[in-house]
């Protein structure tokens, strides 16, 4: 079974940035949707960024509050996934998440559907 490794999180000053990573061990660029999610104290996880096969942001659904300043991208060749966080705020400040699912390389899936999980990075904004 592949797993997934984040790394990447951290403590960073509000307005910065920081970019998050995962590793898989295994091949997900072909027939997977992965993305990003994130929990924060007391509250339910939410998605953040998802991304098809094809590298199409799917997150049209998803945390409206991060549009413009958040990017989901894939590195297929190393099967790693990224998230580039930009003008971060205290809000954002969570355990951050990858995850993925076998789908044929399509996202029309919930967020229950996805099967793989990663053990998570905290990021913290101050």
């Known amino acids: 079974q592949v797993q997934l490794v984040e790394s990447g999180g951290g403590l960073v000053q509000s307005g910065g940035s920081l970019r998050l990573s995962c590793e898989a061990s295994g091949e997900i660029s072909r027939d997977y949707c992965v993305g990003w999610f994130r929990q924060a104290p007391g509250k339910a996880r939410e998605g953040v960024e998802i991304?098809?096969?094809?590298?199409?942001?799917?997150?049209?659904s998803y945390a409206d509050e991060v549009k413009g300043r958040f990017t989901i991208s894939k590195d297929n060749d190393k099967d790693t996934l990224h998230l580039q966080m930009n003008s971060l705020k205290p809000e954002d400040a969570a355990v951050y998440y990858c995850?993925?699912?076998?789908?044929?390389?399509?996202?029309?899936?919930?967020?229950?559907?996805?099967?793989?999980w990663g053990q998570g990075t905290q990021v913290t904004v101050s």
């Open positions: 991304i098809d096969s094809d590298g199409r942001d799917s997150s049209a």
């Open positions: 995850a993925a699912v076998l789908s044929g390389g399509y996202c029309y899936v919930k967020e229950a559907d996805f099967a793989l």
